[in-house]
C-alpha cells in the first residue's frame, strides 16, 4: 500500500508540472519548475549570489543606468510579463550572469571593461536571453529534478514538512545556481542566448556590432582559444564560433531605418565614477594578491595605496583588518573593521570578522552584537550563524547558541566547527547521547581539523567517563 501511495505522488508530481512551452522556441519540454516558482527561485537566491560576488556595488547613477537599458530590452524579449532585476555587483572578476526569473547581475570588473552602451545592451540581452529560454531552470531540473520530485514525493505522502529538508534543498539550488553562472552554460544555451541578446538589443535601436564588439572583448580576455577537441569536451563555445554565428545573424537581419547606436560618449559619461575607481581597485588587487601568498607587508602596502587613491572603500579596510588579525594585532584589526563598518554599514563581512576578533578576545557580548547585525543584513550567512551560535556557547546561553548552531546547520550540514560547538553546547546541558552524535558527525567531516580536534578530545573522556 506505501509503494501505491508512491506511485500515486509521483504521478502526480508529473501531472502537476510536467511539460512546459518553452517562450522562445514554443516547443514543449519536461519541466519539474512552473514560471512562478522559477521567480521566487530567483527571488530567493539573490541575496547568497549578491554576497558570493562581494556584495552590490554602490553607485546610484551607475544603478540607474544599467536598469534603464536592461529594462528596455527585457521589454522587447519573450518575457515582457516577469520583473526584472539588475544589479552591479563589486566583484573584480569580469562577469555577468543572470537567475532563474529575472534576476541579471554584472560586476564591476565587466562594466570598466566595456566601451559602449551597445556592448551592454547585448551583455545584459545575453543574460536575459537565458532567463527568456529558461536555461536555468532546466539546469535544475536535469540537476535536481529526481531529488527535488522524492523530496515533493514524501511531502505528498506523508503530509509532513521538516525545515532542514527544505532549507537543505534551497541552499542546494542556490550552489547549483552559483556554479552555473560562475562557469556558464552549455553550447546551444550560450549560443541561443547570443541569438537573443543580439536581437533584443537590436529591437531597442542598439547596432547589433555591439555584440561582436563584446565577444571579441571576451576572446581578448583569454591567453588563447581552446582546440576544437577541447571544446567538444567543455560547456563553452569559442568566442570566435559565437562571433561567426552572430556575424550570420546580423547578415539577415532587415535593413533597419535608422543605424542602430553604439552610444560610446554616454557610456562613458555613466561609468565615470567607476573608471576613476579603477586604479583603486587596481591596488586592492594587488594586495589580495599579496596576501593570499602570505607576503602581509606588500599586501597592507598595496591596500593603504588603494585608500590614498579612494578614501571611502570598505574592502581595504577590511583586508587589513584580516591581516592584522594573522598577525596577532587583535585591536588594530578591531580598529580597520569598525572602519569598514562606518563606510559601508551593510558590510556582513567585516561584522563577521569583528565577531570572531572579539571572540578571540573573550569580548562575547561584542561578538554577539556585530555577528547579529551579519545575520540581519543576510540571513543565510553560514559562517556568522556558527560564530553567533559560538558566542552564545561562551556567554552559556545554551538554547539560543542551539538555536544559532542548528540553524548554521540547516544551510550547511557539511560544517564541522558548527557542528563541534553544538556538541560542547549539548554536553554544557548534560545531553551526552546528542553531544557524541555532534562530535562524531564533527570528525567524519573533517579528521584533521583544529575543531574536530577538540571533538575527539571530548568524545573520548566522554566514553571514558561511560
Known amino acids: 500500500m506505501r509503494y501505491t501511495g508512491y506511485i500515486i505522488a509521483i504521478l502526480l508530481l508529473f501531472t502537476v508540472f510536467g511539460c512546459a512551452v518553452n517562450p522562445v522556441t514554443g516547443k514543449k519540454e519536461l519541466m519539474l519548475i512552473t514560471s512562478a516558482q522559477e521567480v521566487e527561485l530567483g527571488k530567493n537566491s539573490d541575496p547568497d549570489i549578491r554576497w558570493q560576488f562581494g556584495g552590490v556595488y554602490k553607485d546610484t547613477q551607475l544603478e540607474a543606468y544599467v536598469n534603464d537599458v536592461g529594462q528596455r530590452a527585457a521589454a522587447v524579449s519573450h518575457r515582457p510579463d516577469i520583473t ?131 565577444l571579441e572583448v571576451l576572446k581578448s580576455m583569454h591567453s588563447r582559444e581552446p582546440s576544437s577537441v577541447e571544446v567538444f569536451f567543455s560547456s563553452h563555445p569559442r568566442s570566435s564560433d559565437r562571433i561567426t554565428a552572430v556575424g550570420k545573424q546580423i547578415a539577415q537581419l532587415p535593413p533597419a531605418q535608422v543605424k542602430g547606436q553604439l552610444k560610446q560618449r554616454e557610456y562613458k559619461s555613466k561609468i565615470s565614477d567607476l573608471t576613476a575607481a579603477q586604479k583603486a581597485y587596481d591596488r586592492y588587487d594587488k594586495g589580495e594578491e599579496h596576501r593570499a601568498k602570505g ?138 547521547t546528542k553531544a557524541i552524535e555532534e562530535y562524531e558527525k564533527a570528525i567524519a567531516l573533517a579528521p584533521e581539523n583544529d575543531y574536530t580536534g577538540t571533538a575527539r578530545q571530548r568524545l573520548a573522556k566522554i566514553k571514558k567517563v561511560n
Open 84 to 214: 526584472y532585476h539588475f544589479t552591479g555587483v563589486d566583484s573584480s572578476v569580469a562577469n555577468a550572469f543572470a537567475l532563474p526569473g529575472g534576476y541579471i547581475y554584472i560586476t564591476r570588473g565587466r562594466l570598466v571593461k566595456l566601451e559602449n552602451e551597445a556592448q551592454l545592451a547585448s551583455v545584459l540581452g545575453h543574460e536575459i536571453g537565458h532567463v527568456t529560454a529558461r536555461h536555468g531552470a532546466k539546469r535544475l531540473t536535469q540537476t535536481l529534478g529526481f531529488n527535488l520530485g522524492l523530496l515533493l514525493v514524501d511531502q505528498i505522502v506523508s503530509g509532513k514538512e521538516s525545515y532542514r529538508k527544505w532549507r537543505g534543498l534551497i541552499m542546494t539550488s542556490n550552489s547549483i545556481l552559483f556554479a552555473t553562472v560562475s562557469l556558464g552554460y552549455g553550447r546551444e544555451d550560450e549560443f541561443q542566448a547570443d541569438e537573443l541578446g543580439t536581437s533584443y538589443a537590436y529591437k531597442v535601436g542598439y547596432d547589433p556590432e555591439g555584440m561582436i564588439q563584446l
Open 295 to 432: 607576503r602581509y607587508n606588500e599586501a597592507l602596502t598595496e591596500y593603504k595605496a588603494a585608500l590614498k587613491l579612494r578614501r571611502k572603500m570598505a574592502k581595504p579596510h577590511h583586508r587589513m583588518g584580516l591581516v592584522y588579525g594573522a598577525q596577532g594585532k587583535q585591536s588594530q584589526a578591531i580598529s580597520e573593521y569598525k572602519k569598514a563598518i562606518a563606510i559601508d554599514p551593510d558590510y556582513i563581512f567585516s561584522y563577521n570578522s569583528l565577531g570572531m576578533t572579539y571572540i578571540s578576545a573573550g569580548r562575547y557580548s561584542d561578538a554577539v552584537s556585530a555577528l547579529k547585525k551579519a545575520v540581519q543584513v543576510y540571513e543565510n550567512f553560514v559562517d556568522a550563524h556558527a560564530n553567533l551560535g559560538e558566542a552564545y556557547y561562551k556567554l552559556k546561553q545554551y538554547p539560543t547558541a542551539i538555536e544559532s548552531l542548528e540553524m548554521a546547520i540547516a544551510l550547511n550540514e557539511k560544517h564541522p566547527r558548527a557542528h563541534t560547538t553544538l556538541g560542547l553546547t549539548y554536553e554544557a546541558t548534560g545531553n551526552t
